[in-house]
């Protein structure tokens, strides 16, 4: 099992910018790929950024390319968003998860996954 905790969502005007994190605990954190995914209301759940198990690799949504960047520390047990240049269309609840599949875009790869931070970015 693998424990995921979010944090650092919050309200921010469009341009600006935030930092999630998300903690893990249980089994070794360092083993896992792990991926952002984002959740309006209404809308289906869907991929923002992965990264894998060193760090060394990234793949972002073309949405989010430019302005998030995905980072880790294994010896934090954490793995952190970036968002820059926010816009309103980016508010959603996001969610933190531990790949446990093949295809990195699809949630249904993924594992455990944490409670989920809004975001809300105002106009």
């Known amino acids: 099992q693998v424990q995921l905790v979010e944090s650092g969502g919050g309200l921010v005007q469009a341009g600006g910018s935030l930092r999630l994190s998300c903690a893990a605990s249980?089994?070794?954190?360092?083993?896992?790929?792990m991926g952002w995914f984002r959740q309006a209301p209404g809308k289906e759940r869907e991929f923002v950024a992965h990264?894998?198990?060193?760090?060394?690799?990234?793949y972002y949504a073309n949405s989010v390319k430019g302005r998030f960047t995905i980072s880790r520390d294994n010896a934090k047990n954490t793995v952190y968003l970036q968002m820059n240049s926010l816009k309103p269309e980016d508010t959603a609840v996001y969610y933190c998860a531990a790949l446990k599949g093949v295809v990195v875009t699809s949630a249904s790869s993924y594992g455990y996954w944490g409670q989920g931070t809004q975001v809300t970015v105002s106009s």
């Open positions: 990264i894998s198990w060193s760090g060394g690799s990234t």
């Open positions: 249980g089994r070794t954190f360092s083993n896992y790929a």
